[in-house]
């Protein structure tokens, strides 16, 4: 996991920095995940250029990537927490506790055409 900001805690709760000059990217868009039923995975997917920072903001959450011709890798990511997720790395998000909230900053606007929602066609490119 890379990590990127700061999580300062004190008497009067946590605060949570990330300097944007540190990002290895401008982000272009800013989303982020609540509210997900038990059991429910999110993502599925992998992105074709867009490089993602994936923010722990309550909660518990589990990130499984795979990079192509790689070893899929499980991820706890909790409060504070950061995973920075290349182009071409398959995600499955899960085991969101509850009230948990996953910030992302990404580097591109949304494009349908940036998505790659088919597994064989991931594992198919990665051999390419």
Known sequence: MTKFGSLFTESRGLLGVIEFSELPFLPKRMFWISDVPSGTSRAGHAHRTCT????????????????????QEDI???????????????????????GSVLG????????????????????????T
């Not at 309550?58 to 990079?67: L, Q």
């Not at 927490?81 to 182009?87: G, H, V, W």
């Open 52 to 71: 993602q920072l994936l923010i722990g903001l309550s909660g518990s959450i589990v990130a499984t990537v795979t990079p192509q011709n790689g070893t």
């Open 76 to 98: 706890a990511i909790g409060v504070g927490d950061s995973l920075l997720i290349p182009p071409r790395h398959w995600l499955v998000l899960s085991g969101f506790s509850s």
């Open 104 to 127: 992302v900053l990404a580097s591109e606007p949304y494009s349908p055409d940036e998505y790659i929602t088919d597994y064989v066609e991931f594992e198919s490119q990665s051999a």
